[in-house]
């Protein structure tokens, strides 16, 4: 299983980014992806999920600014994160835990910088 994460960058409180999560060894479909991230300093925590239902489930900060979305025949998944703050500075890593062997995979994170 592979999970490669792009479009994390520098961008002005306010702004917005689009994160992808290009899998590969995995159906993005039938499982469960999300994303999380680490600050310095703090633990790694949960942004958003999208679970095999479709259902998704987003960090309380981040309700409202962000939008987690998949594309099955792609086999990818995008975070859409809007109305960035300086809060919102980490490692964004994209997530993947297979449903039925019960083992989470995690790709190697974006960096995504708000300045202030």
């Known amino acids: 299983v592979q999970l490669q994460a792009s479009g994390g960058g520098l961008v002005q409180a306010g702004g917005s980014l689009r994160l992808s999560c290009a899998a590969s060894?995995?159906?993005?479909?039938?499982?469960?992806m999300g994303w999380y991230r680490q600050a310095p300093q703090k633990q790694r925590e949960l942004v958003a999920r999208i679970m095999r239902n479709g259902n998704t489930d987003y960090a309380d900060s981040v309700k409202g600014r962000f939008t987690i979305s998949r594309d099955n025949a792609a086999n990818t998944m995008d975070l859409q994160m809007n109305s960035l703050k300086p809060d919102d500075t980490a490692v964004y890593y994209c997530?993947?835990?297979?449903?039925?062997?019960?083992?989470?995979?995690w790709g190697r994170g974006t960096l995504v910088t708000v300045s202030s």
């Open positions: 060894g995995i159906r993005i479909r039938t499982n469960t």
């Open positions: 997530y993947a835990h297979h449903n039925i062997h019960e083992d989470d995979y």
